[in-house]
């Protein structure tokens, strides 16, 4: 089920447009059992948990993917990340992870959400190397030219740019727009990091009804790719090992997707 929460600034009114309107930030942290979330966007996850029973591994399992691959970044020399349709800070947000091994990684946490980006605001107030900014990705000008991003952001070292369950909320043209404007702005030893959902399994019969249930939020739709369309994402970046699979199995591997959850990821060095 869904977990209630005491709303945002712990004082829902109900009358705003704020809290009247779903968000997509706020039904995903209401799928992970927050607590920044409205009525309206209880409601709205229990109706995706229809459509999908799955709705909440689904979410679950892509926060832990998040959390395996900023330790694969750090490995690997990464110490500033750009975390794109970040969402509101829930367990395991990327500068709790990259700090605690790296205390001065640079994190600046993007999203569209004005009540994701108060609450990561709010965390990240004594924090002097990470800062969450308000922003839509279509325009990727407004985000690499940000001051916040120009202060954190060493656009000559190397970066993680990631977009962890976020691009199948971005309809098509200007998706692939702007991601290739983000990259092509990265220096060599960066990464580029998709999770996504696809539609070539079961949930395809399921598009529809959960296109009509996001056409209330806040953003225009949710629509899954082909995995075909979603490698098209990372243009010249090669894909590491295993390349696109489905999300809970990256990096490991695994057989199929016993479990439905219909999010794959993947990750390319630019
Ligand atoms: N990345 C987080 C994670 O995986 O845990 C949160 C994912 S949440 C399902 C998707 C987020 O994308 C929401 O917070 C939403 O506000 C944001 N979003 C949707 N469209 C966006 C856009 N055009 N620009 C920036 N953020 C956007």
């Known amino acids: 089920g869904v977990h209630s929460g005491v709303g945002f600034l712990g004082m829902a009114n109900a009358d705003s447009d704020f809290s009247s309107r779903p968000s997509s930030a ?11 979330n409205f009525a309206a966007d209880r409601e709205a996850a229990q109706g995706l948990l229809t459509i999908f029973p799955l709705a909440g591994d689904m979410a679950r399992a892509n926060r832990a993917f998040l959390s395996r691959v900023v330790h694969y970044l750090l490995d690997r020399g990464v110490h500033q990340f750009l975390d794109i349709g970040s969402g509101i800070p829930t367990v395991g947000n990327v500068h709790e992870i990259a700090q605690r091994r790296v205390p001065d990684a640079r994190v600046v946490y993007v999203d569209i959400d004005p009540v994701a980006v108060a609450h990561s605001t709010d965390i990240l107030k004594d924090n002097p190397w990470a800062a969450a900014i308000q922003a839509d990705m ?15 952001i060493d656009l000559d070292q190397p970066i993680g740019l990631m977009f962890v369950a976020m691009l199948h909320f971005v309809p098509e043209d200007d998706a692939y727009r702007a991601v290739q404007s983000l990259r092509s702005a990265l220096p060599a030893g960066s990464y580029i990091v998709i999770s996504h959902g696809v539609s070539e399994t079961a949930a395809d019969a399921k598009e529809a009804e959960v296109t009509a249930l996001y056409r209330r939020t806040d953003v225009s739709a949710a629509h899954g790719r082909t995995r075909d369309q979603i490698l098209s994402f990372f243009g010249d970046a090669e894909i590491v090992p295993p390349g696109l699979v489905w999300v809970h199995e990256w990096p490991d591997g695994g057989d ?3 479990h439905g959850m219909a999010v794959v990821a993947a990750v390319g060095e630019i």
């Open 26 to 36: 706020r039904i995903y942290d209401a799928l992970l059992g927050g607590n920044h």
């Open 138 to 152: 279509r325009f990727p000008d407004a985000v690499l030219n940000h001051p916040t991003v120009r202060r954190l």
């Open 256 to 258: 199929g997707d016993p």
